[in-house]
């Protein structure tokens, strides 16, 4: 559908601001001066992967996905939003004179707020009925392999950790096994050689008494995978999913009959091991455009898929998003990651507050600490706070700050007497009110 006018509003200039939020996880989520550039991808990869590739913004514009509000400095916050999660349209604003133009390339609901926290909390809560759960238990905290050991990460280093957890009061009750153990993307359920057994591993956390979670990307198969060269007819045609892992990547289609068994009997098999959390990454893939085995539009498919990947995981799992659209997956994921991912640098490389970086992390995940406990528990990512990681406390004072997931993802070794007392104090369990 093309952009349509549906309203306008004058702005002070000095004091007007734009609210844009992100497609997805990673997307970038903010408010922004009249005349200031927002956040914006590096390049077509990132667009794709980061932002919603299907409508990149023009210069001089504002846009939010499903959501764009705009305080004009001078009277109420006006706001252009999606009537609900299963279609969510691109909503623009741009300067003419001394006025901010919005259109929209669907359906939207007009409303207005005294001010921005107010629409906000307002939007999410509007739109979470019919769809998300009226209350969210406490979600107790846990440890990930992945910011200390990425994807080299082995069966013993979950061993040893496990040990030190103990040895320093660190009270994680789920031991999450990210990027690494497998032997490609789409090939979850074969081992990479220098893992060790997933098995073991597994037995050897829930035998402490705590639980078991493990990392997939599952609408993606890389072009290396097993999975793409043995069922290219399982593919998405047409679907790119972007560039990672040294490989192009496809996207499973999740319409079709034995793709979707094959999707199910992933996480069953994960489940038959005693796995009951699952992270679930790079999800923006089920949502990409192509041609699909059925003829659904791209978010009735992402929301099928995960359906799927709940049927196979069990009704009382925890699904944990990540790389997601954020719209469309409420109802479905217990945990969603509002944020980019963290790293041990301040900055992004790239520059582009999309990729990884302390920034970017606290940038978004603050812009969207609103939604916790109205569509889901937030995942503001893990604590890191070894010595190595550049202004660690004020990393840590986000996670503090934040009603969300609490996570810990430090080689417990690498910890000094400072990271060990603030992982100890920070490793509890989620608000359970709306933040």
Known sequence: MPFADVGEIRCDPERGRVFEHGWQSWSPTGSYRLGETPPR????????????????????????????????????????????????????????????V??????????????????????????????????????????????GYWDKVTEIDVLDNLRLLERHGLTADMILIDDGYEAGIGDWLDPRPGFGSLERAVDAVTGTGRRAGIWTAPFLAGHQSRLHREHPDWMV?????????????????????????????????????????????????????????????????????????????GPDATLHGCGAPMLPSIGLVDIMRVSPDIAPTLHPRSGDISQPSQLGARLTGAA????????????????IVRPEVEAREEWAAHVEGSGGLRGSSDPVAALDAWGLETTRRLLTPTRTDPS
């Open 41 to 100: 991808p590096a390049d077509r990869n990132v667009q794709t992967i980061c932002y919603r590739p299907e409508t990149p913004v023009p210069d001089g514009v504002y846009q939010g996905e499903g959501l764009l509000a705009i305080d004009p400095g001078d009277g109420p916050v006006e706001v252009w939003s999606a009537p609900g999660p299963l279609e969510v349209p691109s909503i623009r604003a741009r300067r003419e004179g001394g006025r901010l």
């Open 368 to 383: 969207r600490e609103f939604l916790h406990a109205r569509w889901w528990v937030n995942d503001p990512d893990c604590l």
């Open 102 to 147: 919005v259109s929209a390339d669907g359906p939207v609901r007009h409303t207005r707020a005294a001010d921005l926290d107010t629409a906000l909390r307002d939007w999410a809560a509007t739109t979470a009925e019919g769809h998300a759960p009226g209350a969210f238990p406490a979600v107790p905290p846990m440890w990930c392999t992945w910011y």
């Open 237 to 313: 045609g047409g679907a790119h999913a972007g560039r990672m892992w040294d490989q192009d990547l496809a996207v499973l289609d999740v319409t079709h009959p034995d793709a979707a068994a094959h999707l199910v009997g992933v996480f069953r098999a994960f489940a038959a091991l005693g796995i009951t959390h699952f992270k679930l990454d790079y999800l923006y893939a089920g949502a990409l455009a192509g041609r699909r085995h059925e003829d659904l539009d791209p978010v009735a498919a992402y929301r099928r898929g995960l359906e799927l990947v709940r049927e196979g995981a």
